[in-house]
């Protein structure tokens, strides 16, 4: 007898996983049981690393890093700054940067639909998990809101997941920062200015200029920008200058890395 | 227009955040005579208005505060879970609750305005697929949320008389909305606009053919 897989089924069969390779099974079967393109958990920077696994191939992971994307990413900008799903038409892509980044994205089959679920767990840890595919406005719209709840549920399973698997692998950072602390670095990272970013916090400029005092103070840096390079080399904050040359993992990747990016693209043009 | 508004999008309508923190001291402050903290603008202001939550504001003229609230979702940092974790049997950290604080309404606010929040409400568990919201809130809210329709179910309470403050759930119920949507005299085709304009796909998805 044959036994279909719905995202529900496929939960338990994540809640059960405990190693990448499982996890990377697990993406593909809700992959296919949800009936979507792709299906991608992408953790940001928590050591200053991207971290994820999923079904974009690996081509286009690796091309996404080189050409550090992650710094212009409406989806990833925008979930940054949200705690519900957010549908990528719902972003603004209007920069060329954006464009650019979109024409290749579709150029990679990813699909000119996607939905992603911003993930936040404990000291700023901050991931997305996405679901992408090519389909009409209508029909997309009828997916998202038929399998939200089920997405949530294993975007977060997927992060519990995340999380325990780099437990084992990098010990915690020593330098513990306060949530207002990193908030301030943050968005001192992103590029603001400091009035914007007290602004941002709702809080005083006086009172952002004590936080990044004390934050600067825990690091041993020199100054404000001496501050916010260690907090990104310490991974105590996320922002898409710090990943560029990091040592990221995702599976695959040491096939993409000898792959070179204008051959990857070579088939679309 | 109800407005769903990130923290960060505030910024963009300084006039009606100012409106609302001025009316959040008026209630909270001024009325009820909570311990709250008030700058020097006569605006309310707390630790949760700094972590970037989702507020939804019923704007009736441009710049105007007719009345609003305020939501994080359980999985993360919350009023909740930081003072009233006393008050409730279990921890709640399902990503599909999100707590709802200073619901609040506009001095001259008639109760229509409670329930076009409460509709707001509805329209965000509907269309952000959560299965409750979870409320802190005092004696008087009860008797409004009774007036409207939407008691909550209280899992917690401390202190007494008017300084009495629960924890609460409402539970999605799909079969609401027609009555909320009847109390609050507002029409499905026009919160569905509200709710489109904010998040940039609909409360319902459309049935494809």
Same mark, same amino acid.
């Given at each position: ?121 404990? =000291? ?34 997927? =992060? ?62 020199? =100054? ?46 | ?69 305020? *939501? ?11 003072? *009233?974790? /006393? ?15 200073? *619901? ?32 802190? *809130? ?29 924890? /609460? ?41």
């Amino acid at each position: 007898m044959e036994t279909r897989t719905t995202p529900r089924s496929c939960l338990a069969a994540l809640e059960a996983a405990d190693t990448l390779t499982e996890l990377q099974e697990c993406a593909i079967k809700l992959r296919t049981a949800l009936g979507v393109d792709h299906l991608v958990y992408h953790w940001i920077s928590v050591d200053g690393e991207q971290f994820g696994f999923g079904t974009y191939a690996p081509a286009w992971a690796q091309r996404y890093q080189d050409r550090d994307y992650i710094r212009i990413d409406p989806v990833v900008l925008g979930c940054f700054q949200r705690f519900r799903p957010v549908d990528w038409k719902s972003l603004d892509w209007s920069s060329r940067a954006a464009r650019d980044l979109r024409r290749d994205a579709l150029a990679h089959g990813i699909g000119n639909q996607g939905f992603s679920i911003p993930i936040r767990g404990p =000291n700023g840890q901050f991931a997305l998990f996405t679901v992408s595919s090519t389909c009409t406005d209508p029909e997309w719209d009828d997916f998202t809101g038929t399998h939200q709840r089920d997405l949530i549920l294993v975007a977060h399973v997927l =992060n519990d997941k995340a999380l325990q698997l780099r437990q084992g692998r990098s010990p915690q950072p020593t330098i513990q920062l306060s949530p207002r602390e990193v908030d301030a670095l943050t968005f001192l990272a992103m590029g603001y200015a400091r009035s914007q970013a007290a602004e941002i916090l709702k809080i005083s400029e006086h009172t952002l200029r004590s936080y990044i005092e004390s934050a600067r103070l825990k690091l041993g840096a020199l =100054n404000t920008d001496h501050a916010v390079a260690r907090a990104l080399t310490e991974g105590l904050i996320v922002s898409g200058g710090a990943i560029r040359d990091a040592k990221g993992d995702w599976p695959g990747r040491s096939v993409a890395q000898t792959t070179d990016p204008a051959t990857a693209l070579a088939g679309n043009h | 227009m109800i407005r769903y508004l990130y923290g960060a999008e505030l910024r963009s309508y300084p006039a009606l955040r100012d409106a609302m923190h001025r009316d959040r001291a008026t209630q909270f402050h001024d009325r009820l005579g909570w311990n709250v903290n008030v700058d020097e603008n006569g605006g309310e202001c707390d630790a949760y208005d700094g972590l970037n939550p989702l507020y939804v504001i019923w704007e009736p003229a441009p710049g105007v505060h007719g009345g609003s609230m305020r *939501f994080l979702p359980m999985d993360g940092r919350t009023m909740v879970t930081d003072h *009233f974790a /006393g008050l409730l049997d279990c921890t709640i950290d399902s990503p599909l609750i999100w707590e709802c604080t200073r *619901f609040c309404l506009a001095p001259d606010a008639t109760v229509k305005v409670a329930g076009i929040l409460m509709l707001a409400g509805g329209e965000l568990m509907r269309g952000h697929g959560l299965t409750h919201l979870l409320g802190v *809130f005092d004696a008087r809210m009860i008797r409004i949320y009774n007036a409207i329709g939407a008691a909550p179910q209280v899992l917690g309470s401390s202190g007494t008389g008017r300084d009495r403050i629960s924890v /609460g759930l409402w539970p999605y119920r799909p079969t609401d909305r027609l009555r909320v949507l009847r109390r609050a005299g507002v029409s499905s085709d026009v919160s569905e606009l509200w709710f489109r304009r904010a998040f940039g796909r609909p409360v319902t998805p459309p049935l494809v053919a």
